[in-house]
T-cell receptor, first 116, second 108 residues
Framework: NAGVMQNPRHLVRRRGQEARLRCSPM?????VYWYRQLPEEGLKFMVY????????ESGMPKERFSAEFPKEGPSILRIQQVVRGDSAAYFC??????????????FGEGSRLTVL | RKEVEQDPGPFNVPEGATVAFNCTYS??????FFWYRQDCRKEPKLLMS???SGNEDGRFTAQLNRASQYISLLIRDSKLSDSATYLC?????????FGKGTRLHILP
């Protein structure tokens, strides 16, 4: 399966711990997006990255959250000192460079973070 | 005004009926438009793109009105399997914005 791969699928953390969510885009895709979905809520844009560059992070909380997409390896969304309000599904999506024209995103199955 | 607004629903519709979803967007520079479908606790998946000329895919018809900044989705002869949340999506170039979605329940 050459789809977008996210791991872990489920992650449980205690308040104050760190959460690291990984996303491997589809083969040939160089653009990665992270979205957060709270229970019973819509998808909220967090950050848009290309390899080694953050293009738009206007949706990222100013503190505790960071994202990277290194030259080699998956994209990482990192949440430091997690709080209960961080409990959500975090979806990663990827697109080919032609996304500016097509706009289509391919989503992973999501990582569900639960903060105790 | 929110970037993308949708009626949250839920819409409870009998099987076989026609259902219409509406969506408005605030940024006139929006480049392209889509409808996605999201099943409960699953990832969103592209349903169809939306063009000014209107486009149809089987029982689904999408329409875009750029002047009114309005997008619609029509589902004819609804099936039980159409039950899901339908997300209106706008491509701003560097950012792709999702509406909160409209939940649809098809009743047997």
């Amino acid at each position: 399966n050459a789809g977008v791969m996210q791991n872990p699928r489920h992650l449980v953390r205690r308040r104050g711990q760190e959460a690291r969510l990984r996303c491997s885009p589809m083969k040939g895709h160089s653009h990665v997006y992270w979205y957060r979905q709270l229970p019973e809520e819509g998808l909220k844009f967090m950050v848009y990255l290309q390899k080694e560059n953050i293009i738009d992070e206007s949706g990222m909380p100013k503190e505790r959250f960071s994202a990277e997409f290194p030259k080699e390896g998956p994209s990482i969304l990192r949440i430091q000192q997690v709080v209960r309000g961080d409990s959500a599904a975090y979806f990663c999506a990827s697109s080919p460079p032609a996304r500016r024209v097509t706009g289509e995103l391919f989503f992973g199955e999501g990582s569900r973070l639960t903060v105790l | 005004r929110k970037e993308v607004e949708q009626d949250p629903g839920p819409f409870n519709v009998p099987e076989g009926a026609t259902v219409a979803f509406n969506c408005t967007y605030s940024n006139s520079a929006s480049q392209s438009f889509f409808w996605y479908r999201q099943d409960c606790r699953k990832e969103p998946k592209l349903l169809m793109s939306v063009y000014s000329s209107g486009n149809e895919d089987g029982r689904f018809t999408a329409q875009l009105n750029r002047a009114s900044q309005y997008i619609s989705l029509l589902i004819r002869d609804s099936k039980l399997s159409d039950s899901a949340t339908y997300l209106c999506v706008v491509n701003l170039g560097d950012k792709i914005i999702f509406g909160k979605g409209t939940r649809l329940h098809i009743l047997p």
